[in-house]
């Protein structure tokens, strides 16, 4: 059983991050959804379009050893809480001296550059990259995966972007079944 | 300002829902989501993957005149509340006597079926036709507008289903700018 970390900031993208976990969690990966210290009551996070999600622990109790791959959502509020976030920014570092799984979409691969974790092959949603300020951005793919280190572009890819988790963390059985049983066919 | 209300019940699938407020706020409909009684605390109600969103009423306290459209997310946990709840069913009924738009994805088209306003032409997920046991359904549209009727197929139809809905709803523009803004060139 894989396990996958979502950090849920004030601002994030609610499209990709429920796609994500829920796309996940039917491919058969254990998903954390983890609130940021200082956010609202009860776990609840409130999203860019006012959607509030309950997460289930703080960012505060998780330690990189408990998963195989961290996935954050986008969302420009919720990407530069994640990026001005010294617990998430020490968890990407983490990760990556792990040699676990790192993922972001549309905004967030700028916390991943914030923490110098960022692959050399990436994309992320148009002209975030201007924010990024480097080269080695593409927009030929719904999903780069450089490495252990994967990316994708906004709310239209995000399905797809779970799709590619799973088939990378369970594999391609998973992955058909998941896509399939979602309607898809588009990814 | 087109307004829209979103039933929400325990076992409702989270892209479905999450991906059609997300739409229809963006897209500039108002968007009011509505517990169904007896769920959890809190105005929480939990997903069919384990995901907690927060609804903003209840269902009690909404009547039809004060909306546009009606659109009911699908998962068969939720389904089967909704076209079970009175409320829910009476609310339905009004929608249609009143004119107003009905939308509904995934199995919950069931629930327009039980209470008697699914229009002739419909869509819905895979085999759910046979639980409505009607003529009429086609697989070759991830969206059909019948009339004030609008149905739609499953996660991978959500976000185009939104967009289906601003197009009808808001106008041609509003629906082309969300559609660019969230890369969906898939719808």
Request: with cysteine; proline share 3%.
């Amino acid at each position: 059983m894989a396990n996958a970390l979502v950090p849920l900031a004030e601002g994030f993208e609610e499209i990709e991050a429920v796609s994500l976990i829920d796309i996940m969690r039917r491919g058969g990966i254990e998903v954390v959804v983890a609130y940021l210290e200082g956010e609202f009551a009860n776990n609840l996070v409130t999203g860019a379009n006012g959607i509030t999600v309950q997460a289930e622990t703080s960012i505060k109790n998780v330690i990189a050893d408990d998963f195989d791959i961290i996935v954050l959502p986008g969302g420009w509020g919720g990407t530069n809480r994640l990026a001005e976030d010294h617990i998430v920014q020490d968890l990407l570092k983490s990760f990556q001296v792990k040699d676990k799984y790192i993922a972001a979409i549309c905004a967030a691969p700028y916390a991943l550059h914030k923490a110098g974790v960022l692959s050399q092959k990436y994309t992320c949603y148009p002209s975030v990259e201007e924010q990024i300020g480097r080269s080695g951005y593409t927009d030929r793919e719904k999903v780069v995966i450089d490495g252990k280190v994967m990316t994708s572009r906004g709310p239209g890819t995000a399905i797809c972007f779970g799709l590619a988790i799973i088939k990378e963390l369970v594999g391609i059985e998973s992955y058909n079944m998941v896509r399939a049983g979602t309607l898809s066919e588009f990814c």
